[in-house]
């Protein structure tokens, strides 16, 4: 099953982000708790941690593009259900 991942809220106040880059490329693995993505906000670059195990099968946004709000799907991550 596709699992959709979203942008993630990291701080209270952030309403958008920007991907610095991927820590894990289309087809390859990545098990829940592992960083997936390098986030960028208005402070700070932090990893973002997949919440799920499986297979990164698209990416959405690539790293470098215009901020992303919160919420809105980045990639999708095959669970193999």
Do not use: C, F
């Not at 490329?25 to 402070?43: F, M, N, S, W, Y």
């Amino acid at each position: 099953m596709l699992v959709p991942v979203h942008m993630p809220k990291l701080g209270y106040d952030m309403t958008e982000g920007r991907i610095e880059s991927w820590l894990v490329e289309v087809g390859g693995a990545v098990r829940r708790g592992e960083p997936l993505a390098e986030i960028e906000t208005d402070k700070i670059v932090i990893e973002m941690e997949s919440l799920t195990s499986g297979t990164l099968v698209e990416v959405v946004h690539q790293p470098g593009e215009d901020m992303i709000p919160v919420g809105e799907v980045i990639g999708y991550v095959d669970d193999g259900n």
